[in-house]
């Protein structure tokens, strides 16, 4: 297997299919053309990928939008390159000192039952942060049935309606960044999900209030056909400040829901915290039942040494 760093152009679908192959141990396939879209891979040093004589059968990324480590492997190769990833992304972790890419510590999400994974990440130093006192955290996989009905009504005077492309980025942008109290969502890395794979634009989807201003976004993902049912992926999904506590979070949730079902989704999927946020019951109120444990763990980045004057 021979290593080489990222093309988005030309990978991005392969890394996608490498995750679609690999669904039962990879947290984020259906999903995963947004996270591709980031504005990290905009340096094709963050992610690296495997190739054997005929295809990509690994890759993993660092997603400093996210602080995570993202990756995916054919099961066969798995036990072969997870070490050989996480090695790199020592490397990539110091490289990316004194820039924009740097962070204190990168995080790996993973699901709790793969016993062997989670052995290896503990030999390279990671550390799971799901009973570590106060900042403990952990996180939890939830399916429904998509044919469940999930329709929620909207105050008098709201719209849900599908988001309009390149001329409502920097409006999207705004509320992104207000919603999550953070700056990683950029016009560029929005308007690349409007031509990632997959991309569906009858469930990208946003809520106008009546005086006409962005008020929630939810995104749905499809798979694409094949062999099995097809199941959709709920990300990002998220309510502006000023117009919580009425019901939008449910109504575009269930609205997007309706829709990945009309176009084929047998199953819904979304992740979120296990504690501390209103998602999680959000959720539940709509269908949405735990399925797998996934655990954080966590790599402190030692501090750069200081330079020769």
Request: glycine residues 8%; contains cysteine.
């Amino acid at each position: 297997m021979n290593a080489r760093p990222l093309d988005r152009d030309r990978d991005a679908p392969l890394m996608l299919h490498v995750a679609l192959e690999a669904a039962v141990s990879t947290l984020h396939s259906v999903d995963l053309p947004y996270r591709l879209a980031s504005w990290a891979l905009d340096l094709p040093e963050n992610a690296i990928l495997w190739e054997d004589s005929r295809r990509v059968v690994g890759w993993a990324a660092m997603q400093a939008p996210f602080w995570m480590i993202d990756f995916a492997f054919l099961p066969e190769v798995e036990e072969a390159l997870l070490p050989a990833a996480l090695e790199w992304a020592d490397g990539r972790a110091e490289a990316a000192h004194g820039s924009i890419y740097e962070r204190p510590q990168w995080f790996v999400t993973t699901f709790g039952d793969l016993a062997d994974r989670l052995a290896t990440l503990e030999r390279h130093g990671y550390v799971c942060q799901a009973d570590v006192g106060e900042d403990s955290w952990s996180r939890v996989l939830l399916r429904r049935d998509a044919t469940q009905p999930a329709r929620a009504s909207l105050p008098p005077g709201f719209v849900i309606r599908p988001f309009n492309g390149a001329r409502e980025v920097d409006a999207y942008v705004e509320l992104h960044r207000a919603t999550f109290e953070s700056k990683s969502m950029t016009p560029e890395w929005r308007t690349r999900t409007l031509v990632a794979p997959h991309h569906r634009t009858d469930a990208d989807l946003v809520v106008e209030s009546p005086d006409g201003r962005l008020a929630g976004f939810c995104i749905g993902w499809l798979s694409p056909p094949g062999p099995g049912p097809r199941v959709g992926q709920i990300e990002p999904l998220g309510v502006g400040r000023d117009f919580r506590e009425v019901g939008l979070g449910a109504a575009l949730l269930g609205e997007c829901a309706r829709r990945l079902a009309a176009a084929g989704a047998r199953a819904l999927y979304v992740e979120t915290d296990t504690y501390r946020t209103p998602a999680l019951g959000l959720y539940e109120s709509l269908g949405f039942q735990p399925v797998r444990e996934i655990l954080v763990y966590r790599k402190d980045v030692p501090a750069s040494a200081p330079r020769a004057p």
